[in-house]
T-cell receptor, first 117, second 116 residues
Framework: AQSVTQLGSHVSVSEGALVLLRCNYS??????LFWYVQYPNKGLQLLLK??????LVKGINGFEAEFKKSETSFHLTKPSAHMSDAAEYFC???????????????FGQGTILTVHP | DAGITQSPRHKVTETGTPVTLRCHQT?????MYWYRQDPGHGLRLIHY???????DKGEVSDGYSVSRSKTEDFLLTLESATSSQTSVYFC???????????????FGDGTRLSIL
């Protein structure tokens, strides 16, 4: 069974500072990987996805993530934080099972990002 | 934004009562999912559907049932609600042409359910 671990339930940065949100997965084969963002009282919005093409993936709002198979990681970064980035972020994996996974997602516990002025 | 509507958006009910949550989509997507969100647990899959009348259990399916009689509607039912089912429930859809996981899911805005 696959699992996802997000290191740090809360991350706090200053406006303009680097954002780094960590995600590690456990899976027998490299899975498909996603980062979602959730604003208060809203659903999840897709930031970016890795589906076995380029290992460095660029997403919306200036975020990017790098897939590192040797480290089983998919950390999310942004060079310069904005106040509007304050939200909860979720890493998720979908099994790459050759057509039998039905796209089911396993989520990490979430990381709340706070941005200070 | 994907055309996903969840209803109701908020509900308060009592232990032992039946509850049905509705997810309606206008995208004609084949795959639909129900998740619950609880602090410290992220989102966990309850049930999913891969077509009309085709459904299966997820990670936390005990106490829940689902039905899908039309492509656009996916219903989640709590037959006899318990306080442990107090949560925020999210519906998601996916347009995967195959039953693999490389297409993202799109989420509704959730239903906040409180069981007293």
């Amino acid at each position: 069974a696959q699992s996802v671990t997000q290191l740090g339930s809360h991350v706090s940065v200053s406006e303009g500072a680097l954002v780094l949100l960590r995600c590690n997965y456990s899976s027998s084969v490299p899975p498909y990987l996603f980062w979602y963002v959730q604003y208060p009282n809203k659903g999840l919005q897709l930031l970016l996805k890795y589906t076995s093409a380029a290992t460095l993936v660029k997403g919306i709002n200036g975020f990017e993530a790098e897939f590192k198979k040797s480290e089983t990681s998919f950390h999310l970064t942004k060079p310069s934080a904005h106040m509007s980035d304050a939200a909860e972020y979720f890493c998720a994996v979908s099994e790459n099972a050759g057509g039998t996974s039905y796209g089911k997602l396993t989520f990490g516990q979430g990381t709340i990002l706070t941005v200070h002025p | 934004d994907a055309g996903i509507t969840q209803s109701p958006r908020h509900k308060v009910t009592e232990t032992g009562t039946p509850v049905t949550l509705r997810c309606h989509q206008t995208e004609n997507h084949r795959y639909m999912y129900w998740y619950r969100q609880d602090p410290g647990h992220g989102l966990r899959l309850i049930h999913y559907s891969y077509g009309v009348k085709d459904t299966d259990k997820g990670e936390v399916s005990d106490g829940y049932s689902v039905s899908r009689s039309k492509t656009e509607d996916f219903l989640l039912t709590l037959e006899s609600a318990t306080s442990s089912q107090t949560s925020v429930y999210f519906c998601a859809i996916s347009e995967s042409a195959r039953a693999d996981g490389n297409q993202p899911q799109h989420f509704g805005d959730g239903t906040r359910l409180s069981i007293l």
